[in-house]
């Protein structure tokens, strides 16, 4: 079984029943609230990020963490999505390059880098789920990686931060984010694949929302992971391309 321990977006208010407020920091002004943007996000400006204080005595052996994000540019420096200090962390290297660590203070147990995973400007979904045996990586719902084999966290208090990576414990922070975060979901326990499509599937419109087609645009499609659903009283009126079904 899973427990939501944090859902975080907009005001970073958790709305899960633990009431796991985010704090917000920042070396100049705080985060940005862009309401207007797909319904409301946090714009990070490479100096800002969010500790969840609370989420450090969370330290289950199952878990499970999620967050849709949006990098506008490569600026040649490693940029940290979502960590917990000395437990896991998600993040684009340069050249778009996702990068998942998972382990405890002996070390990473999980560091996988998996090219090509993210194009800068898309609002992506990339989910980490931990069982008590293997690792998986999901980016918009499908599986990307696995790890087979036990991270056995260490049990103690870190850090847990949004737009961050500490590995010194309290309000410190590094490898900064500069972007856009939208939802961040922590939970206790490991999610089954069926359950990570279905946390897409009931979020991905708020980012990439339907397209409405007017009479005889042409359209491109990019590959998998630029779905959309097409609005349309008869497809045969329009002119898709070759790639679209």
Known sequence: A?????????????????LNNAEPYGASTLPTWLPSDSGGVWQLDGTQWFNVPTLRYYNDQEMTASIWFNIPTDTSVTQTLISKELTFKIRINPG????????????????????????????????????????????????????????????????????????????????????????????????????????????VARYNPPVRLTSGTALTFNGADNRHVIVADNLADWNLGDNWT
Do not use: H
């Open 96 to 203: 778009g390059q996702l990068q998942v660590f998972a382990g405890n203070s002996a070390g990473w147990i999980l560091n996988q880098t998996i090219n090509g995973a993210y194009t800068y400007g898309e609002w992506t979904n990339i989910t980490l789920v931990v069982t008590s045996s293997q690792c998986y990586v999901y980016k918009n719902g499908q599986q990307l990686n696995y790890y087979a084999g036990a991270v056995m966290f260490s049990g103690d208090n870190y850090q847990f931060q949004i737009g961050s990576y500490s590995s010194f414990g309290g309000a410190s922070a590094g490898d900064r984010m500069t972007g856009k975060i939208g939802e961040v979901k922590y939970f206790t326990g490991a999610k089954s694949a069926q359950d990570v499509i279905d946390e897409y599937n009931a979020t």
């Open 2 to 18: 899973t427990t939501n321990v944090f859902s975080g977006s907009g005001d970073w208010l958790d709305s899960s029943p633990a």
